[in-house]
């Protein structure tokens, strides 16, 4: 099968180019495998791998025009050929491999733990199944609502006025690209609009 990989090493001062690769597939075969097997014919050839298992997301990529976790996404369900490049919007540091800093930032900047006043007890802080089926999933904006919706936290003011501002919060504009191209089939675009929501609430 044929595929098209992006190519740019910026030590070398070269412009970024697609290289074609053959490789031969087997029923089963996932994109992660792919690129290994790319990565044995050209030793020079860099991406992120980890898990395998769909979890860690060490190993997204764009594929043909959709972004998708190599180690899931089945090389059958791909149209040759292949055309792989590295997640958009992110610096390429080399290859197929992104500079995750801004990534990683973003998320440690809406503090993803529990926050108390009152002193913690010497128990463990139980919540019950109705309060539970409030928490979502992933990074940045989704993780803020995880603790927001969290009855055990106590910083929902300070949270909530983290994330006012043109390029928080109200950067959404609720078009569901991020739904749509979610490798684990979560949903921000719901909490995001669940934080509004309560945003409105504080304010009338």
């Known amino acids: 099968m044929k595929f098209?990989?992006?190519?740019y090493d910026p030590e070398l001062g070269q412009k970024p180019r697609m290289q074609e690769f053959e490789v031969e597939t087997h029923r089963g075969?996932?994109?992660r495998d792919a690129l290994k097997a790319i990565k044995a014919?050209?030793?020079t050839f860099a991406f992120r791998h980890s898990c395998g298992e769909g979890v860690c997301g060490s190993d997204g990529v764009n594929v043909n025009g959709t972004n998708k976790l190599a180690c899931v996404t089945a090389i059958a369900d791909l149209k040759e050929p292949i055309e792989v490049r590295p997640f958009p919007g992110?610096?390429?540091v080399r290859d197929l491999v992104v500079d995750m800093t801004q990534f990683y930032e973003q998320y440690k900047a809406v503090e993803p733990w529990l926050k108390r006043?009152?002193?913690t007890?010497?128990?463990e802080i139980l919540q019950s199944p109705a309060d539970r089926d409030k928490l979502l999933g992933p990074q940045a904006l989704l993780t803020a609502y995880r603790f927001l919706a969290d009855s055990r936290d106590q910083a929902s003011a300070e949270r909530m006025d983290f994330l006012e501002g043109p390029y928080k919060l109200f950067r959404c504009h609720s078009i569901m690209n991020c739904v749509e191209v979610c490798?684990?089939?979560l949903n921000p675009t719901k909490a995001i609009g669940h934080i509004k929501e309560m945003m409105l609430k504080d304010s009338v």
Request: aromatic share 4%.
């Open 121 to 123: 007890p010497e128990q």
């Open 117 to 119: 006043k009152e002193p």
């Open 4 to 7: 098209r990989v992006y190519r």
């Open 29 to 31: 075969m996932m994109l």
């Open 90 to 92: 992110r610096p390429v």
């Open 183 to 185: 490798p684990k089939g």
């Open 41 to 43: 014919q050209d030793e």
